[in-house]
């Protein structure tokens, strides 16, 4: 199932949150730890006003760990925010969140109140994935397809924490082309405007930059392929990808790459660092005084 994006529908999840939102203690922020920027829905931090936030970097089993430190340490600067990574598909680890809800919501414990809390995210994060974790049991439909939860759910953890769903689709930042080839290499967007050779030639030459080793140990490459068209021939050929008449099936050896590159076959991989957006937004702000001063 593909996810369009509409103005329409962005609105329209808008007005639904607005709704909701007093009768919310704190958000819970479910954000792809491979790709915290751009799997963090650009409208939450307004949405939720002063409300505090805990950013739960969800799928940390395949980021990479060093890098996962370094975001943990940028999100926990924010002013009312916390972050925690997490690998909800693991049992047992997604309790972590109960004592750091009551701790970032102390009157109302101190009060005897319950702590209400939404989650919130951008499709395919694991939304669902941890509310039925903490829930115990499967309350909350989970797929590897995107927007695969419709229905708003609400329950009660019992030990003074309720949850609630989203009201509606959260979209992902969208303001770069590169934000979507990220994105599309999680698998978070299935976007026709990008065809699967394309991601895989994204995501070759991100990791023949940034994990060229794990590339070469899980290819067993003798050299380094120079670019990823190069690359994708390469796993092609070790892979016995061949049409009728001994062609080789590139959209077959992109597959494999991207397919394992989300199992998490080559190891702990994150595509995006903090490093990375301080720099661009450093850009961002000289173009615009540039821009400015012209005037
Ligand atoms: N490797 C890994 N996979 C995960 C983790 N959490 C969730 N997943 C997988 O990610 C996919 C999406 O999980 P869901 O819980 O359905 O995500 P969601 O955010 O509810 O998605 P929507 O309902 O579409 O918005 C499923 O295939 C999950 O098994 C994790 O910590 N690690
Ligand atoms: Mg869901």
Same mark, same amino acid.
């Given at each position: ?28 922020e479910?954000?792809d730890?491979?790709?915290?920027? $751009? $799997? ?14 805990? #950013? ?17 340490q940028y999100? $926990? ?22 004592? @750091? ?12 109140e ?5 989650v ?50 959260l ?5 770069d082309?590169?934000?979507?080839h ?7 967007? #299935?976007n ?11 995501a ?10 794990a ?33 080789l099936? @590139? ?9 394992? @590159?989300?199992?998490?076959? @080559? ?19 000289e ?9």
């Amino acid at each position: 199932m593909a996810v369009t994006w509409y103005p329409g529908h962005m609105h329209k999840a808008q007005k639904l949150i607005k709704e909701v939102m007093p009768q919310v203690d704190l958000v819970i922020e479910v954000m792809d730890a491979r790709i915290p920027f $751009s $799997s963090e829905n650009p409208v939450v931090k307004e949405l939720r006003g002063p409300r505090p936030c805990l #950013k739960v970097l969800n799928k940390s089993d395949l980021a990479d760990p060093a890098v996962t430190a370094e975001w943990l340490q940028y999100f $926990s600067q924010q002013k009312d925010v916390r972050a925690i990574a997490l690998t909800t598909t693991r049992k047992g680890e997604t309790r972590k969140i109960l004592g @750091l809800c009551r701790e970032m919501v102390p009157l109302r414990v101190q009060r005897g109140e319950p702590v209400r809390t939404m989650v919130m995210g951008i499709p395919n994060v694991g939304k669902s994935t941890l509310i039925n974790a903490l829930a115990g049991r499967a309350i909350a439909k989970v797929g590897d397809e995107p927007a695969v939860t419709k229905q708003q759910q609400r329950i009660s953890l019992g030990n003074g924490i309720v949850l609630s769903d989203t009201p509606g689709i959260l979209w992902p930042r969208m303001e770069d082309q590169n934000s979507g080839h990220r994105l599309a290499v999680t698998g978070a967007i #299935k976007n026709a405007a990008i065809t699967f050779e394309d991601i895989a030639v994204y995501a070759g030459e991100f990791l023949l930059q940034h994990y060229p080793q794990a590339l070469m140990t899980r290819y067993k490459l003798n050299e380094l392929p120079a670019e990823a068209t190069e690359l994708i021939e390469g796993i092609g050929r070790k892979r016995g990808c061949l049409r009728p008449g001994g062609v080789l099936d @590139l959209h077959k050896a992109a597959e494999i790459l991207l397919k394992e @590159l989300r199992a998490g076959k @080559l190891g702990g991989i994150s595509l995006e660092t903090p490093a990375i957006f301080a720099a661009l937004a450093k850009e961002r702000e000289e173009s615009e005084s540039t821009l400015s001063s012209e005037d």
